[in-house]
Structures are given as C-alpha cells and as structure tokens.
C-alpha cells in the first residue's frame, strides 16, 4: 500500500498520465491535451516542492551546528545543510535555505513540555499538500507574516494566513509577490517608511564608458524613480502607437495629443518623420533613446514635443491617511507603496492629483453624449482597475476601452462600461472571445476576466485589475 504522505503526489503522477494519453512526445499532443498537460505538471511540481520543503527541513534539523562531527551535511561531506540539499537537487544554496525555512513552517511542533503542537502556518502547510500554492509562494507568504507577527494579533495574523493562501492559488510568482507587497503594507503600514528610507539609503547612479559605449546604472527609492519611469514608458507607449499606425514612420516626439514637453498649450509639429525602413527596435532599445531623448530635450528645449502627456505621476492615497498620516500610498505603475511622509513630500510639491475622483463636479458617466473617454474618467478607471486589467501594465501604457462597444453594441461611455486594455490584451478580447464584467460603478467596483469555453468550459470568472493584488476582495 503506498505511504499515505506520498497520496497526493501520486495523484498528480496519474492525472499527468491521463493527461498525456498515448502520445510519444510532447510535439505530438494536441492543443487540448497540451494545456491539459501543463496544468498536470503544474499541480505535480507543486505538490513535489511542497515534500521537498518537508524533506530539507528534515536535514536541516539533523545537521543543526550543535551537533557537530554528528551533523548530517558533514558525515556526508557537506559544510552545511543548505550545500546538501542544493548539490542533490541541482539548485542553489539560497533555494535550499528558503526550502528548509518553508518546511519548518509549515512542520508540526513541541512545546517544552514536549507536547505536539500544530505548524505555525496551517494554512500554508495545507495548500502545499494539496498542491494550491508553489513553494515560492508560501515561502513569500511565511517570510512576511513573520516580519509582521511582532506588530500583530494572532488572530490577524490566522486571518492574513488564509486570506493569502486563497488568493495566491492560480497567481504565478511574480502576482503572488505583487500580492505580498500590497499584503504587507496593509498589515504593517508603519513598517514602510522605514524601508522607505533604507531604500533611499541605497540611492546610487553610476555612469562610464567602456569599449565604446555608455554605461548607466540607477538605483533608487520608488517615489524618485516614479517620474523617470512614467516618462520613459509614456516616450514608448507613444512610439508603439505610431508603429501601429504605419510601421515605416515614427513619432517625432509628440505625445497623444500633440501637446509640447514644455507647453501644454502649443501643439507644435506633430508630423512623423519618414524613416529609411521599418523600426525593428527593441523594447530595451526605444527605452534608450526615450532617456537620450529626453535629457536631450532638458538641456536644450527645442520645441520638438515629447511624448510626456501621460506622464503624469499619479499618487493614490485616502483623505483620512494624507490628513491624519495613517496608513500608506501607491504610486500607479509601481508595486512598492510608499509612506504618508513621501506622500506628503509629492503633495506639498503639487504632484498629486487626488483619489476621490469626480469632486470637483466633473462628471464620470457621459452616456451616449461622447464617445471618447474624459481625462477624468481614465483617471476613475485607473484608480479602479490599476492599469490593464488582463496583464497588469501601468495605466499609461494602457487605453480606456468601451466593453460593451460602442457602434456595435451602442454601449455608453460610464465607468460601468470602460475599462483599461492594453494594446495587445485589447486584441486578445477581442479575437479569442474573453468578455470582461464590471459589478458596480464605484472606485471599489471590482471587475472580472471571464474566458472563454475553449481556455475554461466553465467560464469561471477571474479577478481583474487590483482585486488580484488586494488582501481582501
């Protein structure tokens, strides 16, 4: 009879077999049983790396320094566990003690008197059994709880446990680490200016030349990278979109609407300049010549009109936070929140534009009056959605999209009706049948990616836009 621990792994090893039926290679599996095959491999690495993480907490307890000559690494000729396990697996030895710290976590305990107690994280413990979550993921969740605990209740912290586990199911890594980011801050807002300022700390810009080239290397804190980041990725929203339009031209420098880098109001020379042939630049490419181009612009302004109309830096924070310096701040585009005293630093400077949209008096539902999306509304729609709902861009390398359409399907131009695609999601809806649902009207309304039949024959709806990086719903 198979060991009852090795049940779930054995599972997910019949399900790969079914999925994989009788083809002799994966080249030979059909577009069905090809997806059917990923997600079975999927689910069985999971459920691999989550006994891995059972298994290298073991050999790190038999090879604890304490033990000496006796430890388990060094009878076998390693300096310590972590060396072990990552010769054995192929992997490194930072993976390994991230493993070995996950398995502890997630291990049943004694207290001093010896008695069984259960995993400091249940949650986690039970989702890697099941095979919800990769290791990474509970390692990303285990590693902040603990950061957070000493400022916390046991009972937030239970609930933040399972609140993580069941949002983290179906993220890949890189969401998941969105997630915790977002998680954090919420759990722990007075941690963040202290990271902030070690952050700022670390600010360094380094350039020189090496074999005929040009070499810069920037770090810095979240807030100060903001305005050259929005800069750069507006520059290249600008120069995808005039490839779209006729790829043998590009853009000369005008933004969306023609407006100047230095004048809003002078919108000079928005002509494209003719090119030899089509522009095969990298994405890291035009990235380049968007910062040449605009410190080209800065030191001698020459009216040529930069892309920089969506460039604005838009900070996102709560009136209550910004008056009573409580809680924290987001900036569109980037993951890492930032302080109340940051935030309170842009305010004083006139960067922010406010998060309670639509005070002013403007109105955020046009009908059927226009149909282009205001500036007030793309504003409303970026602080619901966050940037494209689909694959997580920042809003501006997004465009307001009517959802219902509005020739077709005479769909109005409201808040209820729009949301923020990029080009190539946009494209995706559009050609592969997805629908997207908005279930109210308000900041808080939260949509939904619905797929098609042929990506999920249940057509199980999935959340879009910030809900996916959100700690609660």
Excluded at 130 to 156: E, K, Y
Aim: aromatic residues 4%.
């Amino acid at each position: 009879m198979a060991n009852q621990h090795l049940t779930p792994l054995l599972e997910a090893v019949t399900a790969l077999e079914t999925a994989w039926c009788d083809a002799e290679s994966g080249a030979d599996l059909s577009r069905t049983q090809l997806i059917a095959v990923n997600a079975a491999m999927g689910a069985l690495q999971r459920r691999f790396d989550g006994l891995r993480a059972e298994v290298a907490a073991g050999i790190e307890h038999e090879s604890r320094p304490e033990l000496g000559a006796d430890s388990l690494a060094k009878q076998h000729g390693f300096r310590n566990s972590a060396t072990l396990i990552a010769t054995t697996g192929g992997g490194t030895a930072s993976e390994a003690t991230r493993l070995a710290k996950l398995g502890k976590a997630t291990a049943p305990r004694s207290n001093l008197l010896g008695e069984r107690m259960p995993a400091k994280y249940p949650a986690v413990k039970e989702a890697l059994e099941q095979g919800t979550i990769a290791a990474a993921a509970g390692s990303l969740i285990v590693t902040m709880l603990d950061r957070v605990r000493l400022h916390m209740t046991n009972d937030r912290i239970v609930e933040a446990e399972k609140q993580l586990v069941d949002r983290a199911a179906g993220l890949s890594g890189d969401d998941v680490r969105k997630l915790i980011t977002n998680a954090e801050a919420t759990l722990h807002p007075e941690g963040v200016e202290p990271r902030e300022e070690e952050t700022r700390a670390r600010r360094s810009l380094t350039m020189y030349e090496r074999d005929g080239s040009f070499f810069l290397n920037l770090c810095t804190d979240v807030a100060s990278g903001a305005p050259i980041k929005n800069a750069i990725q507006a520059w290249v929203a600008a120069t995808f979109q005039a490839r779209k339009s006729n790829p043998h031209v590009t853009t000369n420098g005008a933004g969306a609407n023609g407006a100047d880098a230095c004048d809003s109001n002078d919108a000079t020379d928005t002509s494209p300049i003719d090119l030899p042939g089509e522009d095969h630049r990298t994405l890291a490419q035009i990235q380049a010549d968007a910062l040449a181009a605009i410190c080209d612009h800065v030191t001698d302004c020459d009216n040529n009109g930069l892309p920089l109309t969506g460039a604005t830096v838009i900070v996102r924070v709560s009136l209550d936070d910004l008056t009573g310096g409580t809680g924290h701040a987001t900036i569109d585009g980037a993951d890492q929140p930032i302080s109340i005293t940051t935030c309170r630093q842009i305010a004083a400077s006139g960067g922010v534009i406010p998060a309670v949209l639509g005070s002013a008096g403007e109105i955020l539902d046009w009908g059927r009056e226009k149909r282009l999306f205001t500036r007030a509304q793309r504003l409303a729609l970026a602080e619901r959605d966050g940037g494209c709902v689909m694959c997580g861009l920042p809003p501006q390398m997004t465009k307001a999209h009517h959802i219902r359409w509005w020739l077709r399907d005479t769909g109005p131009t409201n808040l209820s009706n729009g949301v923020l695609l990029c080009t190539s999601c946009h494209h995706r809806i559009h050609d592969n049948g997805w629908n997207i649902h908005v279930d109210g009207t308000t900041r808080s309304s939260k949509v939904w990616i619905i797929p098609p039949t042929s990506a999920d024959p249940t057509q199980t709806p999935r959340p879009g836009g910030r809900a996916r990086y959100q700690l609660t719903a």
